[in-house]
């Protein structure tokens, strides 16, 4: 069975303050490891899709980077507008592989 | 369309009623997923269609949950019998292919009171 575990839960950080999140997965076969943003209210906004260990994406002030067991996302010199959830999700070559697993998510807030 | 849209954003019902909700996904996406999510959880598989077919409904949780996607395009999502914990918000996503990304919906949110 395919698990992801996101941490930390809750993240709070100051206007510009660095920092990265973390998603460990279990997964038979990775086919794909997808990062999301949610906003309260909202339905998940897709970010990122990484394939293989070692590969990283970047879009803005965000990047995502994959290793054999666990993924990043980091952010870089955040904004109030970076404040969100964050999921990872996994998508493996077992059965039911169309299915993405997800984690809980880290809530991030950005302080003024 | 734009985006996939949801229909309805809220819906309260009564503990016992019928409720169906609707998902129009992305024009040309072949792939449809349902979701359900509960506050403070990811959102957790349901059922995937390939074009017409329910391709897998293993994350239905009871028989009381069905979904139909009769021409290809827009999906319903029907619950029989609500119960309040099915209460939670209700995610529609589709994509080209099932390797390819998928974009959800705003969600519905569904209160059984």
């Known amino acids: 069975e395919d698990q992801v575990t996101q941490s930390p839960e809750a993240l709070r950080l100051q206007e510009g303050e660095s920092s990265s999140l973390n998603c460990s997965y279990t997964v038979s076969g990775l086919r794909g490891l997808f990062w999301y943003r949610q906003d309260p209210g909202k339905g998940p906004e897709f970010l990122f899709t990484?394939?293989?260990a070692g590969e990283e994406k970047e879009k803005e002030r965000l990047k995502a980077t994959l290793t054999k067991k666990e993924s990043f996302l980091h952010i870089t010199a955040p904004k109030p507008e970076d404040s969100a959830t964050y999921l990872c999700?996994?998508?493996?070559?077992?059965?039911?592989?169309?299915?993405?697993?997800f984690g809980k998510g880290t809530k991030l807030s950005v302080i003024p | 369309g734009a985006g996939v849209s949801q229909t309805p954003s809220n819906k309260v019902t009564e503990k016992g009623k019928y409720v169906e909700l609707r998902c129009d996904p992305i024009?040309?996406?072949?792939?449809l997923y349902w979701y359900r999510q509960s506050l403070g959880q990811g959102p957790e598989f349901l059922i995937y269609f390939q074009g017409t077919g329910a391709a897998d409904d293993s994350g239905l949780p009871n028989d009381r949950f069905f979904a139909v996607r009769p021409e290809g395009s827009v999906s319903t999502l029907k619950i029989q019998r609500t119960e309040r914990g099915d209460s939670a918000v209700y995610l529609c996503a589709s994509s080209w292919t099932t390797n390819t990304e998928a974009f959800f919906g705003q969600g519905t949110r569904l209160t059984v009171v």
């Open positions: 024009s040309g996406h072949t792939a």
């Open positions: 999700a996994v998508q493996g070559s077992g059965a039911g592989s169309y299915q993405l697993t």
């Open positions: 990484l394939y293989s």
